[in-house]
């Protein structure tokens, strides 16, 4: 990787680097790709060989709202957390959400609020690959993941789901097989996971450990309502048991405001006395909003 002697690049911010206890130095910054060395870019790492290192960040209002009613997006980030979330995104291999956000947002998933870098500088930032938990293929072949995939100047998406139910009838399983080529056909590549018989929902466990074999080294989970639920509970059950862990650090960011009753929330079905340990690494301000990192002990 070209020295950082040569010209003076961007760097992400130190709540990040000492939350991840990644370093920027003359060899090298944690955010550049270089494609010489895609296997061994600095990031994220856990001693759990078989699941990726994973970070759980969202913005919430002061009442700890994520969206708005019927989950309607919310512009609660500022532009300097906004600028931190997508620096933290380019020390990540993947980034996931859950279908609900997919469809209310349309996000990108990308970098793209990062500083530029210098005028003919040989590398770009790391984007990472999006990854959409959507159990039933309920993911539009048009959305702006597989537009940009299209257009070069996004990483190939990957859709979790569920296989199609035998019990399901063949009008149900046609339309499945329709949505999926469809998907496909559109760049997507499509990995099915068996979902709970009871809950009906892929296990948190089976999809870490199926997207570290494919070599996810780390991930960024960042909603909606639903999948922060699930991860934390995940995460709640591990904490007292011998199953694998399913966070590692949690990262807030609390805007200055208030959403009211009719926002969608979070952590309502979560028990208090269940919840993992964190560990506190730094609160910081960026912009009119709060940034809270934390490590999940």
């Known amino acids: 990787m070209a020295a950082l002697s040569k010209c003076t ?33 600095p990031t994220p790492r856990t001693s759990d060989a078989l699941r990726p290192y994973v970070t759980l960040t969202f913005a919430q209002s002061l009442d700890a709202k994520i969206a708005g009613a019927r989950g309607k997006q919310l512009a609660l980030s500022g532009k300097e957390s906004l600028v931190m979330t997508h620096w933290m995104r380019t020390l990540h291999d993947a980034i996931l959400v859950g279908i609900g956000t997919a469809l209310n947002d349309d996000p990108q998933l990308n970098t793209r609020h990062v500083p530029p870098l210098p005028t003919g500088y040989p590398y770009q930032y790391r984007i990472p690959r999006p990854i ?45 097989t329709q949505r999926a080529a469809a998907l496909q056909s559109a760049g997507a590549r499509i990995i099915e996971l068996d ?66 009753s009719a926002g969608v929330g979070y952590g309502h079905e979560l028990q208090e006395d269940a919840l993992p340990t964190f560990q506190h690494v730094r609160t910081e301000s960026f912009g009119p909003d709060t940034v809270v990192a934390l490590k999940v002990l």
């Open 195 to 260: 979902a709970g018989e009871d809950t009906g929902m892929i296990a948190i466990p089976d999809l870490l450990t199926a997207i570290c074999e494919l070599g996810v080294r780390s991930l960024m989970v960042e909603g909606g309502a639903r999948v922060i639920r699930s991860f934390l509970s995940a995460a709640r059950s591990s904490a007292s048991s011998d199953a694998r862990r399913a966070v590692d650090a949690l990262v807030i960011t609390v805007a200055p405001t208030l959403v009211g």
């Open 9 to 41: 690049l961007p760097r992400p911010p130190s709540l990040l680097l000492d939350l991840y206890e990644l370093a920027v130095s003359a060899d090298g910054c944690p955010s550049i790709f270089d494609p010489s060395h895609e296997k061994f870019l």
């Open 132 to 176: 959409i938990l959507d159990t039933h293929l309920r993911l539009p072949a048009d959305c702006k993941l597989l537009k940009n995939y299209q257009a070069g100047c996004g990483r190939r998406p990957w859709v979790i789901c569920a296989p199609q139910s035998a019990s399901r009838d063949v009008g149900s399983t046609e339309a499945f």
